[in-house]
Antibody, heavy 122, light 111 residues
Framework: QVQLVESGGGLVKPGGSLRLSCAAS????????MSWIRQAPGKGLEWVSYISSSSSYTNYADSVKGRFTISRDNAKNSLYLQMNSLRAEDTAVYYC???????????????WGQGTLVTVSS | QSALTQPASVSGSPGQSITISCTGT?????????VSWYQQHPGKAPKLMIY???NRPSGVSNRFSGSKSGNTASLTISGLQAEDEADYYCSSYTSSSTYVVFGGGTKLTVL
């Protein structure tokens, strides 16, 4: 069965860095577009970034552009999010999520991980 | 402020039907058939309920249905059950620089 397991969250000071990981299993990871989506405490969902199956294409929300970098290692079935220059407003649960089509964009997400909490505070 | 507008809350009694609206613009909801809906119970990850306006993934009850008219999409839940109590989020492709936009979420209370 499809599983996505995030890790790497924690408490970090403003201006600091953190790297999130998402371990995928139960499907051919290299065939699918993947995204990071976040949810601030008590707030709604916000799409953060996506990466194509072969890493050829990436895109970012304006709120994180220039600070966050998405990447993937298909050999390790893993997705990453490198977060630099963190701000208090980046505090959220970060989910990795899969788009369902083979090597394409569907603009919706059929599987989500359980999320990892990132807290940015001094 | 979210890109898509949803009511903050809706409620209904068991067995009734409710509809949640999701209003966008011609750059997102109105311009493309890439509207999806997610259900989220407290402390849990979102679950896909509807994709491409009106399609249900396998395993999702046929009590859930989706539609769209102009710049507004809707999620209807018929025969309300206690387990339907959750937060619901709409989402759409957008032709702006953002890839996908979400609504602010609607809290459904089953009375």
């Amino acid at each position: 069965q499809v599983q996505l397991v995030e890790s790497g969250g924690g408490l970090v000071k403003p201006g600091g860095s953190l790297r999130l990981s998402c371990a995928a299993s139960g499907f051919t990871f290299s065939d699918y577009y993947m995204s990071w989506i976040r949810q601030a405490p008590g707030k709604g969902l916000e799409w953060v970034s996506y990466i194509s199956s072969s890493s050829s294409y990436t895109n970012y929300a304006d709120s994180v552009k220039g600070r966050f970098t998405i990447s993937r290692d298909n050999a390790k079935n893993s997705l990453y999010l490198q977060m630099n220059s963190l701000r208090a407003e980046d505090t959220a649960v970060y989910y990795c999520a899969r788009e369902p089509s083979f090597a394409g964009s569907d603009y919706y997400f059929d599987y989500w991980g359980q999320g990892t909490l990132v807290t940015v505070s001094s | 402020q979210s890109a898509l507008t949803q009511p903050a809350s809706v409620s209904g009694s068991p067995g009734q039907s409710i509809t949640i609206s999701c209003t966008g613009t011609s750059s997102d909801v109105g311009g493309y058939n890439y509207v999806s809906w997610y259900q989220q119970h407290p402390g849990k990850a979102p679950k896909l309920m509807i994709y491409e306006v009106s399609n249900r993934p396998s395993g999702v009850s046929n009590r859930f249905s989706g539609s769209k008219s102009g710049n507004t999409a809707s999620l209807t839940i018929s025969g309300l059950q206690a387990e339907d109590e959750a937060d619901y989020y709409c989402s759409s492709y957008t032709s702006s620089s953002t890839y996908v936009v979400f609504g602010g979420g609607t809290k459904l209370t089953v009375l």
